[in-house]
């Protein structure tokens, strides 16, 4: 299954780190952030990957190239507008497969991804999230998403805190169908999580798929820090929940 990595955004919570590189080429233990996504997913034989770029995006695509070092296949589609996260997927449409895994360049979750785009599958949906059940005090993130019974997304508030139906929290990975991207109006700066997950919702075609692993966030100094470690201390094939 194709894997699509958003790398587009400034970085401004990181800075002055992001002044001269861009958010995913941040070192942690060593190699830019963005090689231990990608090395985690050549470890679960996910080698088709399209990375949207933008900000300083010409050392992300100087640095990975192809993919080859990694054992990847890497393309690349470049937002030279900032049109936001739904723009970036809109203007790269041409090079997205029928359906599509889609992951934040600034996030780390430690999963089987296939089963999220097995999910997408089982659905008559347009998108699945993975959204974290666990103790979301440890992720530093309010619970921003309700399920329905069946396990249809039937809210998300990205600015909520604390809400009593929200029980999950969004995790930082998502499949899609391309048709989803219909919604994406043309030349627009669009959001995909504020403009197009309502949308989803509202019409029911956005499912969840609920995880008990945690997520790790780099886009902050203290997220920074403790996914560093928490790469330091996994093991060399990182179990996966």
Do not use: C
């Not at 889609?102 to 999963?111: A, K």
């Not at 969004?170 to 048709?179: F, K, W």
């Amino acid at each position: 299954m194709q894997v699509v990595i958003l790398a587009g955004g400034l970085g401004t919570r990181l800075w002055p780190l992001t002044r001269r590189v861009p958010k995913p080429m941040v070192p942690v233990n060593g190699v830019p952030y963005l090689e231990h996504q990608l090395r985690l997913l050549e470890r679960q034989n996910l080698t088709d990957i399209v990375i949207l770029t933008g900000y300083l995006g010409e050392q992300i695509e100087d640095y990975f190239g192809d993919g080859g070092m990694l054992g990847l296949r890497i393309r690349y589609s470049r937002d030279r507008q900032q049109r936001g996260t739904g723009g970036a997927l809109r203007d790269a449409r041409g090079v997205l497969a029928e359906a599509f895994l889609l992951i934040y360049g600034d996030s780390y979750l430690p999963i089987e991804y296939r089963a999220v785009g097995a999910r997408l599958m089982e659905t008559a949906s347009d998108a699945v999230m993975a959204v974290y059940g666990g103790l979301w005090r440890e992720t530093g993130v309010f619970p921003n998403v309700a399920l329905g019974a069946d396990g249809a997304v039937v809210r998300y508030d990205k600015k909520a805190t604390g809400e009593r139906d929200l029980r999950y929290v969004e995790a930082g990975v998502l499949a899609l169908r391309r048709q989803a991207l219909d919604l994406i109006p043309p030349d627009k700066v669009i959001s995909l999580e504020q403009e197009i997950f309502p949308l989803l919702i509202q019409s029911g075609r956005l499912w969840g798929y609920r995880t008990a692993q945690r997520f790790y966030d780099m886009g902050t100094p203290e997220g920074l820090r403790v996914i560093e470690q928490h790469l330091m201390e996994q093991l060399p094939e990182e179990q996966l929940a």
